[in-house]
């Protein structure tokens, strides 16, 4: 079965600073990623998906990922961060395989605090 | 849009109660998802459907819970009886096909004292 890896329960930056947050994914087949942003006591929305057309993906607010085919890695980051930015970030993988490839594997989240 | 919608967004109950979660998709999707979310577990899908059909239901917890879509525009997730160990936030999702980015209600936070 395949997984999603976040390292990092709880990342704290200070504003204005680089934002990295790590998700490493476990499937064998080319896989479709995703990084979610949850904001307090509100659902999850779509930073930016990764779906083999370029390596690099920018997403919204600010935020971009790069696919490491090498690293099996779809890290998230952010050239400057702001206090808005205080969020649970989710990395998910689609599954691409069989009949199944509905469902979203969910990282166990990471939690940014970005300080003033 | 409204986007995807969920009653009620707070829900506190004792033991033994029956609790129903009701979720409205996102109008023209035809692929809807309930999932769970606790600290222990994360992120967890519950059950998918697709144009109302119930097409995965492995991950429901046990036969305590079931859930219904009668129609493209509603959705029920029905706990009975509750337990404490249900106490979650619970998400509805839509997308317009099964492949594409899934919409995500804002939740209703269970308790079950």
């Known amino acids: 079965a395949q997984s999603v890896t976040q390292l990092g329960s709880h990342v704290s930056v200070s504003e204005g600073a680089l934002v990295l947050l790590r998700c490493n994914y476990s499937?064998?087949?080319?896989?479709?990623l995703f990084w979610y942003v949850q904001y307090p006591n509100q659902g999850l929305q779509l930073l930016l998906k990764?779906?083999?057309?370029?390596?690099l993906v920018k997403g919204i607010n600010g935020f971009e990922a790069e696919f490491k085919k090498s690293e099996t890695s779809f890290h998230l980051t952010k050239p400057s961060a702001h206090m808005s930015d205080a969020a649970e970030y989710f990395c998910?993988?689609?599954?691409?395989?069989?009949?199944?490839?509905?469902?979203?594997?969910f990282g166990k989240g990471t939690l940014l605090t970005v300080n003033p | 849009d409204a986007g995807v919608i969920q009653s009620p967004r707070h829900e506190v109950t004792e033991m033994g109660q029956e609790v129903t979660l009701r979720c409205k998709p996102i109008?023209?999707?035809?692929?809807l998802f309930w999932y769970r979310q606790t600290m222990m577990r994360g992120l967890e899908l519950l059950i998918y459907?697709?144009?109302?059909?119930?097409?995965?239901d492995s991950g429901m917890p046990e036969d305590r819970f079931s859930a219904k879509m009668p129609n493209a525009s509603f959705s029920t997730l029905k706990i009975q009886p509750s337990e404490p160990r249900d106490s979650a936030v619970y998400f509805c999702?839509?997308?317009?096909?099964?492949?594409?980015?899934?919409?995500f209600g804002p939740g209703t936070r269970l308790t079950v004292l």
């Open positions: 499937s064998s087949v080319p896989p479709y």
């Open positions: 998910a993988d689609r599954d691409t395989s069989g009949g199944s490839n509905y469902k979203l594997t």
């Open positions: 990764y779906t083999s057309a370029a390596t």
């Open positions: 459907f697709n144009n109302n059909v119930p097409i995965d």
């Open positions: 109008s023209g999707h035809n692929s």
């Open positions: 999702a839509s997308s317009t096909t099964r492949y594409n980015e899934q919409f």
